[in-house]
């Protein structure tokens, strides 16, 4: 069975009592271990379909399925669980709290799943040191740049382990050689540690280099 199996979805939203499909009819199957990227232009419907996979925006129409149940068929407790245990979310910007300190940060997700504490603080030392931030570990997100914030926001998506990652432009804030090295961070979570990746770009070089290549236009998917 697929990881994940999303089955006919739709989104629709009203704009001034005109209904209006951000997401159209989309359907694909998402094995365990795969890289997908996704390209298209503003408003294509990519951040809307990762929101909806991610259990954060409810379909108007359709299911999804991951490991073969339907997430919005769960209680509210288990759709809370499924975004907190099995998903890493990197959104379109860094959204740091400003109070806590780099490694605070890192550590925030896993207040809702606890383990215990050395054991989560070493692995927020971990993904500092892979992201290339080990100096920057006990100070606050004013203090770093745009693309530092960025890297934070990364690491902090695979502070629990996740089975899947939904990346929304991960790479936005980053300079050509960063980008570079965050991308092979990527494949090395995907390659050796089985992580599945769905990410949203606008840099289709970038999108070249993932395992499957797709495109969203007007709401529908579309392989490239």
Known sequence: MPQIIVENITKTYLVDTAPIDAVRSVSMRIEKGDFISIVGHSGSGKTTLLSMIGGITRPSSGKILFEGEDIYELASDRVSEYRCEKIGFMFQFASLLPILTVKENLLLPTVFRPRPAGREAAKAEELLHL???????????????GGQQRRVAIARAFMNDPALVLADEPTGDL??????????????????????????????????????????????????
């Open 131 to 145: 992201v290339g931030l080990t100096e920057k570990i006990n100070v606050y997100p004013a203090q770093l740049s």
């Open 175 to 224: 300079d050509e050689e960063t980008e570079g090295d965050m991308m092979r961070f990527f494949k090395t979570m995907n390659e050796s540690k089985g992580v599945t990746f769905i990410m949203v770009t606008h840099n289709t070089d970038l999108a070249k280099q993932t395992k499957q290549h797709l495109r969203m236009n007007q709401g529908t998917l579309q392989t490239v």
